[in-house]
């Protein structure tokens, strides 16, 4: 059994490691979401904070900080900013390492290239991308009036429950 925090992650990232690169990838985001609960826990507890105290600064439910400081949850970009701001912290993204990058790329689904835009050296999208794009609005473009501006879509029927759009 470990002793402490520290030798308990470590004994996680080695368990990690020989389960293969998806557990590590996994490893790797849980261990930033442990690092900023710990590092929210930590600043609150120097200015003397209770969670509630913190709750009502911030604006975050009390549970919810809470949850953020152990780990369980997964919070908002907004979440976080608040709960920083309201210590006197800030929001910071650091570099990582080249190890650490590839775990990241080897947990990402394969079929996102797919779903990446062409783009050219210059900055346009490439003809095959234009030609797709087009495609696409003409099907969601509005229905068009006779006098060239959008028509609204008339709701017709006797009932709430029965309305249907046309046009």
């Not at 520290?6 to 368990?15: F, I, R, S």
């Not at 990690?16 to 590092?39: L, T």
């Not at 650490?100 to 783009?119: H, K, Q, S, Y």
Request: aromatic letters at 4%.
């Amino acid at each position: 059994m470990s002793s402490s925090f520290d030798d308990v992650m470590a004994e996680m990232e080695e368990d990690a490691r020989q389960a293969g690169p998806e557990a590590e990838a996994a490893f790797f985001e849980s261990q930033q979401r442990h690092w900023i609960g710990r590092r929210l826990f930590q600043r609150r507890r120097e200015l003397g904070y209770t969670q509630a105290k913190l709750s009502v600064l911030s604006g975050i439910n009390q549970s919810d900080i809470s949850k953020i400081e152990h780990a369980e949850a997964n919070p908002t970009l907004d979440t976080l900013a608040a709960l920083a701001t309201s210590l006197g912290l800030t929001l910071a993204l650091e570099p990582v390492s080249e190890q650490v990058r590839a775990l990241g790329v080897r947990r990402r689904p394969p079929e996102i290239e797919d779903r990446v835009i062409d783009v050219t050296a210059v900055g346009r999208l490439s003809p095959a991308a234009v030609a797709s794009r087009a495609a696409a609005d003409r099907r969601s473009a509005p229905v068009r009036a006779g006098n060239g501006t959008a028509a609204s879509p008339r709701v017709i029927g006797t009932s709430p429950n029965k309305r249907r759009r046309t046009g």
